[in-house]
């Protein structure tokens, strides 16, 4: 499984993503530009020692990682507040490359396009969204439930005391 995050605005957002993919054990992606420098200070500080136990990578364009995930086959879902499916309602593999757009701005609609799934977290109504890196955490988590990947982290740990 593997977050991927279009032209992310926000340093601290996308650190407490990465330390969430460290945590999780999933590869991350940055395709960029981004909206501030990769190593800026604040993203440095949200994502913490973890930066140092991800797998991630920096893409320097759409097109860069358009072209890196065809040649590796990988299932594309966007996650979009403009989407008619919920995220509860599609089934998962564990190659797949989870993506979230812009804060700003969600991502192009090439982009929308490209992906192999549009799906959305359901909001009470009249509320816009939430943060990329809640839904981050809500997309992966669900993914990786579905995928048997917690129990695989459960049982790399041991038992419970």
Do not use: K
């Not at 994502?47 to 990682?65: C, I, K, P």
């Not at 499916?85 to 490209?114: F, H, K, M, N, W």
């Not at 993914?143 to 048997?148: D, K, N, P, S």
């Amino acid at each position: 499984m593997q977050i991927a995050l279009y032209q992310p605005d926000i340093p601290q957002n996308t650190g407490t993503i990465l330390r969430l993919c460290a945590c999780l054990g999933l590869e991350a992606h940055i395709i960029e530009p981004a909206g501030f420098p990769v190593s800026d200070r604040l993203f440095r500080r949200a994502g913490m020692d973890y930066l140092d136990h991800v797998t991630w990578r920096r893409h320097d364009s759409w097109s860069a990682f358009e072209s890196w995930r065809a040649e590796q086959g990988h299932r594309l879902l966007l996650f979009t507040t403009r989407a008619a499916t919920s995220y509860l309602d599609v089934s998962y593999r564990p190659d797949d490359i989870l993506l979230l757009g812009r804060e700003s701005a969600g991502v192009p609609q090439a982009v929308v396009e490209a992906a192999d799934a549009r799906l959305r977290i359901p909001l009470q109504p009249g509320l816009r969204s939430l943060n990329v890196a809640i839904a981050a955490a809500m997309a992966a988590g669900e993914a990786l439930r579905q995928t048997g990947h917690f129990d695989q982290l459960q049982s790399a740990r041991g038992a419970p005391e």
